[in-house]
């Protein structure tokens, strides 16, 4: 699998480059992913012939621009099997998808004593949130546990949501353990109890069919930037009968149906989520993204990336004082793998494997509460997608022995 798909690498431009004079190794796809060509293309076709507002104008630009806008939401639709193209909110990103999800649909819900869960291996967008929540309406936040390996623990999950939970936030996968959340089972507990799920897809998307209809999710956030889309592009999905219940956030052109001088009517789904002008170019350009992981396929990323991991993980394990963080089986995690080494600090592991052209990210990943689970401060992190290879690979952890090296005897 991994040399079927190596020949989509030559499709990103950015990947040619030396950096350090070293070939590129871009290992920081959690963070963002690079665009191929087509997405570029399809960027600079709308700015170069169809640029126009959308849902406004009568002439021949706007009208093909709606047209693209709205094409991209069937797009997406259809790539994460929603019900109707109106259940499909475009937003910037997953954060902005969960803070209208805490910060307006939470209080037509949550009250004073109720419930909201979520676990310690959340992103801060998943989590600051529904503290702000639980602040203003005088709820309790609670936690599931993780077990050792760093999977959450479904009994803790049983004993943790109960009747006064009214909404329960997970990722579907880690940004820092590359665990792989039993979502569908956690929302059937929720569900049980009357309550809501909302889920974080941000690290899921991008790497594996999502059918958000089987998962049974109430609301699924993504980015367009982590699957080879633009950045400042995103997704709110939400079952058309929970976002009629969701005030909208913005108020003002794009969802208004009528104003007078002491009130407004506002349009139906999905515009009614989108007031003012929308980020066109990046809807479109998610659009083409979304054709490109389709020629792929979801299935053959997610084993690409499955299938690199399963190299990279013993390569790493024999390395002398390097730990690694999750789990360690590849089956049962995505293409991230977050480590540390001796007692190097992960920023200046970080910049030895750049100063050999390897991209790795270094820090608390968002993750605060999660760094302090793990009993850390920091760690490295290196996340494969599509376009890394094989060699990728041994060029990381050559790179890694080659800093080791350094830090201990001062040569790289």
Not at 128 to 152: E, F, H, M, N, S
Not at 339 to 347: K, M, R, S, V, W
Not at 366 to 384: D, E, G, I, K, Y
Request: net charge negative; with cysteine.
């Amino acid at each position: 699998m991994v040399n079927q798909l190596n020949d989509y690498r030559r499709d990103f431009p950015i990947l040619k480059q030396i950096v350090n004079d070293e070939p590129l190794v871009y290992l920081d796809n959690a963070a963002t992913t690079q665009k191929p060509q087509a997405v570029i293309d399809q960027l600079v076709a709308y700015y170069q012939n169809d640029n126009a507002n959308v849902h406004r104008g009568v002439h021949t630009l706007a009208e093909r621009a709606t047209a693209q806008y709205e094409a991209a939401r069937t797009k997406v639709q259809n790539f994460i099997h929603a019900t109707e193209s109106a259940e499909v909110i475009f937003t910037k990103g997953t954060t902005q998808s969960l803070n209208w999800v805490a910060g307006s649909f939470g209080p037509t819900v949550v009250e004073a004593d109720d419930e909201i869960v979520i676990s310690v291996m959340e992103h801060h967008s998943n989590l600051v949130p529904w503290q702000q929540l639980a602040q203003q309406t005088g709820a309790k936040l609670r936690y599931i546990d993780l077990l050792p390996d760093g999977r959450l623990d479904l009994d803790s999950a049983q004993q943790v949501i109960g009747p006064k939970t009214k909404i329960v936030s997970l990722a579907h996968a880690s940004n820092v353990l590359g665990v792989i959340n039993p979502i569908k089972t956690i929302a059937a507990l929720v569900h049980a109890q009357g309550g809501y799920m909302v889920v974080d897809g941000a690290q899921a998307v991008p790497h594996m069919n999502v059918d958000v209809q089987a998962l049974d999710a109430d609301f699924y956030a993504f980015s367009g930037h982590k699957m080879l889309g633009p950045t400042g592009i995103g997704v709110l999905y939400g079952k058309q009968a929970v976002l009629e219940q969701m005030p909208p956030v913005e108020y003002g052109g794009e969802m208004i149906d009528f104003v007078g001088l002491q009130a407004a009517t506002f349009k139906e789904l999905p515009w009614r989520l989108e007031g003012g002008t929308p980020n066109i170019a990046g809807a479109i350009g998610l659009g083409a993204a979304i054709d490109y992981l389709t020629q792929v396929g979801m299935a053959n990323i997610q084993a690409h990336e499955q299938a690199l991991v399963t190299m990279a993980l013993p390569k790493l394990q024999a390395i002398d004082g390097l730990t690694i963080y999750g789990l360690q089986d590849a089956a049962q995690r995505t293409g991230v793998i977050a480590f540390n080494l001796d007692n190097l600090h992960p920023h200046d592991l970080a910049t030895a494997l750049d100063m050999q052209g390897v991209a790795v990210r270094a820090g608390h990943h968002c993750a605060q509460p999660l760094m302090q689970w793990l009993n850390v401060a920091a760690t490295a992190r290196a996340s494969f997608y599509l376009y890394n290879t094989e060699a990728d690979v041994e060029t990381f952890v050559t790179a890694i022995q080659a800093a080791k090296e350094f830090f201990q005897n001062g040569t790289l």
